[in-house]
C-alpha cells in the first residue's frame, strides 16, 4: 500500500515538473515572438567607418522665382493659388479685381478684348513658370565651402562661376587650383512645391576628423535689398545627406536684431555638441528603409506609385506626367505629413546645439584669412556681401542607439534548455528518450486516475 502511494506520489511530481517545464518553455517561444527591441547606447566616431558619416546642411528657400520675374500682383497669385493648385480666375469676378490692381479705369462685366487678353497672357505666364524654370539656381551665388579638420589649417573651395560681387583693394585673387585639397558635395534636394532645397555634404574620409563645415554665399541671393528674408521663408536643415524631408532639426526663426545694431548678421553658427544617431532593426511587422543613405528618393518613389505624377522642379528619369491643380497641393500635404512611411534604418534622431549669430561675419578668423595665409596671397573680400551658414563640431564622437532583438533564438534555446534541464533532469542527447518516458509517464498517471 505504501509503496503504491510512493509511486503515485512520484508520477505527480514528474508530471509537475514535466507541466513546470512546458510552461516556461511556452513562455519562452511566447517573448521570442513578441519580437520586441533592447537598445544599446554607445558613443561612436565620425567617418570611423563608411555608416558613421556627418549630418549635412541643407538650405531652403520658401521665395525661389528670380528677382524681376514677377510683378509684386503676379507674385501674391502664384504664391497664393498657383502653387496650391487653385483656378487663377475661375469668376468674372477674379478677373475685375486683378485687371483694377493693374490701374485699369475702366473694368465692366464685358472684358474688353485687351483686358482678357491680359487675364491670358498672365495666366499662361504663371502657368508656365515651372515648365520655363526662371527659378534661383544657387549656383549662381555661391562663393566658398569651407572645412576645418584635424589638422591645422582650413581648407576653402571657391566656385569660380560667380564673380560678380565686390572686392577690397587689400589683396589678389586666391588661386584656388593651385592650393585645392577638397571639393564640396552638393545638389539640389527633393521638396515640396512651397520650396526649393539645396544639400551640402562632409566629404566621407577616414583619416581626418571635421571641425568646422559650411558654406557662403553671395548676399544677394536674398533679393536687391539684401536682407535675410523673415520668419519661415528661409530654412536651414541639419540631417543626414538624402534625408532632409524628414530632417530632426529645421531652423527657420531668427534671433533679435538690434535695431541700433550696424553690423551685419549675416553668419548663422550651430555649434554641435551632440547628435543622437538611431539604428532601426527591420522587423516584418514595422519595416525600415535598409537604403537609408538615399530616404528621400525611397519616399518620393511612393508617391510618385501612389500619385501618378511628378512635381516639376523633380527631374526625376520618370514618364510620369506632370502634377498640375489639385495634385500640387496634394503631394505637398503628403510630404507635410511622412506618417505611415517606413523610416530609414539609420537616422539622426536629435541634435543639441548651440545656435549663434554672431555680429557680422567672423570673416577672417573662420574661413578665408586662415585658407590664404601663407605664400598664397588671398583676396581680402567685402564681408558684407556675405552671408555664410556653418557648423562646428564639439567632439570627434557622437552618440549612438543601437535596437537589437530583445529576446533573440540563443535566449529563447538557452532559456527553456535551462527550465527543461532543471525541472527534468535531461540533456539534448536525452532528448529522444526523456520524450518517450514522459508520454508513458503520462499515461500511466491517467491510467491510475
Known sequence: MAADWLRCINTLFTALCITIALIFTAYCIYQYCKNEDSSVVTFSEYHDEEDNIYPGITLCFLEYLKPGTLTWEEKKKFYNKVIEGRALFEKISQKKKYLKTLKYKKVSDDLTVEQEEQIKNVTEKLMNIFQDNVVLNIKDYLLFGFIRKNV???????????????????????????????????????????????????????????????????????????????????????????????????????????????????????????????????????????????????????????????LPHWNLNTTDTICVGPELRNISRILGNMKGYPLPCQSVEKFMYLYQEPDGLD?????????????????????????????????????????????????LVGNAGG???????????????????????????????
Not at 200 to 207: L, S, W
Not at 274 to 289: D, I, S
Not at 406 to 411: H, I
Not at 423 to 443: D, E, H, K, S, Y
Open 152 to 310: 591645422a589649417g582650413m581648407y576653402v573651395h571657391e566656385f569660380l562661376r560667380n564673380r560678380s560681387w565686390r572686392l577690397d583693394n587689400l589683396g589678389f585673387r586666391f588661386e584656388q587650383q593651385r592650393n585645392e585639397t577638397w571639393i564640396p558635395i552638393f545638389y539640389q534636394s527633393l521638396s515640396d512645391i512651397y520650396r526649393r532645397c539645396w544639400t551640402f555634404e562632409i566629404p566621407y574620409n577616414n583619416t581626418e576628423q571635421v571641425q568646422t563645415f559650411g558654406v557662403m554665399l553671395n548676399r544677394s541671393i536674398f533679393g536687391r535689398r539684401r536682407i535675410r528674408p523673415a520668419y519661415k521663408n528661409f530654412e536651414i536643415r541639419l540631417s543626414y545627406p538624402k534625408q532632409q524631408l524628414t530632417a530632426p532639426t529645421v531652423k527657420s526663426n531668427w534671433g533679435f536684431r538690434d535695431p541700433n545694431s550696424t553690423k551685419p548678421e549675416y553668419t548663422m553658427n550651430f555649434e554641435i555638441q551632440n547628435m543622437v544617431v538611431l539604428k532601426r532593426r527591420n522587423k516584418p511587422n514595422k519595416g525600415c528603409t535598409t537604403k537609408w543613405k538615399d530616404n528621400d528618393k525611397q519616399i518620393i518613389d511612393d508617391i510618385v506609385e501612389t500619385t501618378g505624377c511628378v
Open 363 to 411: 570673416f577672417f578668423q573662420n574661413t578665408i584669412g586662415k585658407a590664404t595665409k601663407g605664400k598664397y596671397k588671398g583676396t581680402k573680400y567685402d564681408h558684407t556681401d556675405a552671408f555664410q551658414v556653418q557648423v562646428s563640431f564639439q567632439g570627434p564622437t557622437y552618440m549612438e542607439i543601437t535596437q537589437s532583438r530583445a529576446y533573440d533564438a540563443q535566449s
Open 419 to 449: 527550465y527543461v534541464g532543471l525541472f527534468l533532469g535531461v540533456a539534448l542527447i536525452q532528448t529522444p528518450a526523456a520524450i518517450c518516458m514522459a508520454v508513458r509517464l503520462l499515461r500511466k498517471l491517467i491510467h491510475n486516475l
